[in-house]
């Protein structure tokens, strides 16, 4: 199979503190793996190797087979896409010209940037004639992020990480997110890295499931084989699934 | 009564020169030196101590101490400048830096991780971001400047300060007011113009 990202052994410390230990894996083209764990298992830190936002202290980052420490930084980010929980739009932009950032950047000409925003928009849920004027601070933190995701989607990148980009919002918005993600996976047929908390975000999203647990994968595998793993770690994850049983 | 009222003009003219002189220099050197800053975190310390010690020195002193050092110093024009200039570095340095650094950590991670190289990120991010903080530095540092201003004719700079000494000399009230009524009518125009364009750029 063809691994679009190809982790090698890669360790990642600050100081005495392991944050990543001897991490494996790969991301194949068309899959939507989700990295799960709790705060502090390192499935940020790993996410950010990707786009070469962190380095390895030892082992390697394969992006498209090139070690990340050989891409070009931004040639490789322009080549990803990326959505983050804090949205991180730019409040200064309006909307259409936040979605429309990378495509600029890229020197694409001026209508073909807006086309590619009101498109962008309109497939996200947010009809272009309604908000691409309007400033992030005008929309809820619901539409914030479905803005996120289109910018996201913007250039086209083959691949896309996603760092927990639905975690701040309420289960009912995020819902209606989760479910628009797997209308548009359906649509792009995108290579997706998605970080989260939540298993049942990573039942629902993932083709695969790989669970981290202090810096170690813990577990790997698909989410139905997932709910019959037996790793304490992952165990402890399916409990959170039983609340019927807790009221 | 017409000579005064002419020498009223000239000075203010020759005080709104010496102001902006000064704060050209230190708005460039404040707003670079700011930015060179939130990319050398190690020379902070030094570059903001020496800022403020300049600040903490009285104006009048300092002003008679740049007389005797040679090339920079002396009596004249560049030498008052030069002593407006250290005192309003710190603001304008102070408030870039803060601008800077005070933008929203998600929106600077999304914006390098959107493949904005440091230039970009600088131009399109954080100056536009920061242009509020940073105009608030300048128009701070603007208003003392032109009241810090009036001590230069002490050295031969001119301005209105000219007509302050030369009132304290020959305890003529008339004449202090002379200087003092035009720098202070001076300090609040900039103020309130500097606060025009900054409100401008928080509406954006």
């Not at chain 1, 009101?118 to 992030?136: H, I, N, T, W």
Request: positive net charge; proline residues 5%.
């Amino acid at each position: 199979m063809n691994a679009i990202v190809s982790f090698q052994n890669v360790s990642y410390r600050i100081g005495n503190r392991t944050l990543l230990d001897g991490l494996s894996f790969e991301l194949h083209a068309g899959e939507t793996l989700v990295l799960l764990g709790r705060s502090g298992s390192g499935k940020t830190t790993a996410l950010k190797m990707v786009n070469d936002l962190l380095r390895p202290t030892s082992g390697k980052v394969l992006v498209d087979g090139i070690p990340t420490i050989d891409w070009d930084p931004i040639r490789l980010r322009r080549h990803i896409g990326y959505v983050i929980q804090d949205v991180g739009l730019f409040p200064h932009f309006t909307i259409a010209d936040n979605v429309g950032l990378v495509p600029r950047l890229e020197g694409w000409e001026r209508s073909a940037v807006r086309e590619r925003a009101s498109a962008l928009l309109a497939q996200v849920g947010l009809p272009p004639e309604q908000y691409a004027g309007r400033y992030p601070r005008e929309l809820s933190g619901g539409q914030r992020q479905r803005v996120g995701v289109a910018r996201a989607l913007a250039a086209d990148p083959p691949l896309l990480l996603f760092d927990e980009p639905f975690g701040a919002l309420d289960p009912v918005t995020r819902l209606e997110l989760q479910r628009q993600f797997l209308v548009l996976r359906r649509q792009f047929s995108k290579t997706a890295l998605f970080v989260t908390h939540d298993v049942r975000e990573a039942l629902i999203l993932g083709s695969r499931i790989g669970l981290l647990h202090n810096g170690r994968l813990d577990t790997l595998t698909t989410p139905a084989d997932f709910l019959h793993a037996a790793t304490p770690e992952a165990r402890a994850f399916l409990a959170c699934l039983d609340v019927k049983n807790e009221v | 009564m017409e000579g005064l009222a002419r020498e009223i003009l000239d000075l203010t003219l020759e005080h709104l020169w010496l102001v902006f002189v000064a704060m050209m220099i230190a708005g460039s050197v404040g707003i670079g030196g700011g930015i060179l800053l939130t990319r050398k975190p190690s020379w902070r310390g030094w570059v903001l101590g020496f800022a403020n010690v300049m600040q903490t020195v009285p104006s009048l002193a300092l002003f008679g101490f740049l007389i005797p050092i040679p090339f920079i110093g002396g009596i004249g024009k560049h030498t008052a400048i030069l002593a407006l200039v250290l005192y309003a570095i710190l603001p304008v340095l102070r408030n870039t830096l803060a601008g800077i650094l005070g933008v929203d950590p998600a929106v600077r991670e999304s914006a390098v991780a959107m493949g904005m190289n440091g230039r970009q990120l600088l131009w399109q991010v954080e100056l536009p971001l920061a242009a509020r903080t940073i105009l608030a530095g300048v128009r701070v540092a603007t208003v003392t400047t032109i009241g810090t201003a009036t001590i230069a004719a002490a050295i031969g700079g001119g301005g209105l300060g000219v007509f302050i000494f030369r009132g304290l000399a020959s305890v003529d009230t008339t004449l202090i007011l002379a200087g003092a009524i035009p720098a202070a009518a001076i300090a609040l125009l900039a103020d309130g113009g500097l606060g025009w364009v900054e409100h401008k750029f928080s509406a954006a």
